[in-house]
């Protein structure tokens, strides 16, 4: 249990963001952009950075907007980012996912949403498999914004649910009651969307054993195909409105450790599998099927089945992930804006991958989606020697003393019941991880 008080990356990407710098920038980008290869495939992700209100949880790069005014403006800045970036890579790109996130993505106006949407598939070949997404707050779920995302062609819903309990939700300021979970998830599915996902937080102020699995059982009474279920990153230095949450009604390491625990018994009580480590789908979900077949991938939104060659972030703070390696957009709505309206790509920073990294990078992606990994065959793959990993080897050797991990001819796999810590296993792997590495969130 001491390792669930680690601070580690989620690793969502390797190197992480914090490791990202002003080396790489807009000039670089573009000439990534440029050298795309014609058959490679697209993956496009629109960053919305507003809500109505902010939730004291919250740790997305968003803002309250009351007006339409800084909204409509963001759109219009969305589309010319847009259209810098099809200059570069030319039109007519294969798109195989779309994902709009957030914030609150549909706090855009009816219009300029699916205009937006318009400009994408006039600048896209989008796919027959396409899969096309955005994140929701049931609260704002109507039958006419519904019916709004079936004319855009959504496929599929994520809920942002995270808990059902009165006296939770007062505490985290998202007063949300169950019916009006209930009454979003009716909506959906009366216009046609039954691909519906939900959030799930655990380590909230006043948790306790009963409000757990209370709040996992109502979860999947609704019967979502999806469930993601994240602990709460207490980090209130580098999220200030995370100071209205009261510290002392967390639960501690190992009492979230227990919670977790409790969520996915819970959750597979009920049908549902694990898929990596936080996520959970239906059997026939395209998720189950990526764990399945070793084509499950981690990034920015988490486990996803996406396979897309190219990730392209649009919006603010939004990341790309090309062959090359990592770029992120100005998180501050000014300078992005300012880049846009000069014509630039509003690239901020980035890191460009080194062989050892790619290397490392596959070793962890591999922990973080099939609990295992074979660092011989990785080695040889990337044209690296076994010594390369020489740190990782030394940083191991206590995880796999003590039962995180076992090590043989080669590969190395996490047992079942220390899942719970792969990204422990995982941050042995990390060449750019201080030791303490104090800013980041508790491993479980």
């Known amino acids: 249990m001491a390792y669930a008080a680690h601070n ?15 080396a790489v920038g807009a000039k670089q980008y573009g000439s990534w952009l440029d050298s795309v290869a014609p058959e490679a495939t697209i993956s496009l992700y629109l960053h919305i950075p507003f809500c109505r209100s902010i939730c004291h949880y919250c740790g997305c790069h968003t803002k309250a907007a009351l007006r339409d005014q800084p909204v409509t403006e963001y759109a219009a800045r969305l589309a010319r980012e847009l259209d810098i970036v099809l200059r570069h890579i030319g039109p007519g790109r ?5 994902h709009w996130g957030g914030g609150t993505p549909n706090i855009l106006p009816e219009g300029e949403f699916l205009e937006l ?19 929701l707050d049931p609260r704002t779920v109507t039958p006419r914004l ?10 599929r819903v994520n809920l942002g649910v995270q808990d059902f309990n009165p006296e939770v939700q007062l505490a985290i300021g998202r007063w949300q009651p169950y019916g009006q979970v209930v009454e979003a998830v009716s909506h959906l599915r009366a216009a046609g969307i039954d691909r519906i996902g939900f959030d799930l937080m655990y380590g909230l102020p006043h948790q306790g054993e009963r409000e757990i699995v209370l709040n996992a059982a109502r979860a999947a009474g609704l019967w979502p195909q999806r469930l993601a279920v994240f602990g709460y990153a207490h980090v209130p230095w580098m999220k200030k409105h995370q100071r209205r949450i009261d510290a002392a009604a967390l639960p501690g390491a190992v009492e979230r450790v227990r919670q977790a625990e409790t ?39 988490g486990y996803t089945a996406d396979p897309a060659d190219i990730l392209v972030g649009i ?4 990341i790309s992930r090309l062959p090359q390696g990592y770029v992120q957009n100005a998180v501050d709505l000014g300078g992005w804006g300012r880049k846009i309206g000069s014509g630039q790509l509003p690239t901020a920073r980035g890191r460009g991958l080194s062989p050892e990294d790619r290397l490392r990078a596959e070793i962890i992606e591999g922990l973080m989606c099939q609990f295992e990994t074979d660092l011989e065959g990785a080695c040889r793959r990337h044209g690296l020697p076994r010594e390369s990993l020489d740190d990782a080897e030394k940083a191991l050797a206590p995880l796999v003393r003590d039962g995180l991990a076992r090590s043989t001819g080669g590969k190395l796999r996490i047992p079942e019941a220390a899942r719970p810590f792969a990204r422990v296993v995982a941050a042995a792997f990390d060449g750019y991880l201080a030791p303490a590495a104090d800013r980041h969130s508790a491993a479980v």
Do not use: C, K, M, W
């Open 146 to 155: 519904a019916a709004l995302l079936v004319q855009a062609g959504i496929t």
């Open 94 to 98: 294969r798109l195989v996912h779309l």
């Open 8 to 22: 580690v990356p989620r690793y969502t990407s390797y190197p992480t963001a914090p490791h990202f710098s002003e």
């Open 315 to 318: 919006g603010a703070s939004a």
């Open 263 to 301: 969520i996915g018994r819970t959750l597979l009580g009920a049908g549902y599998r694990r898929i990596g480590l936080d996520h959970f789908a239906l059997p026939g979900d395209d998720l189950a099927a990526a764990a399945d077949n070793g084509r499950l991938r981690r990034n920015f939104q």
């Open 117 to 135: 949407v318009d400009r994408i598939h006039d600048g896209f070949a989008l796919s027959e498999r396409l899969e096309h997404a955005i994140e």
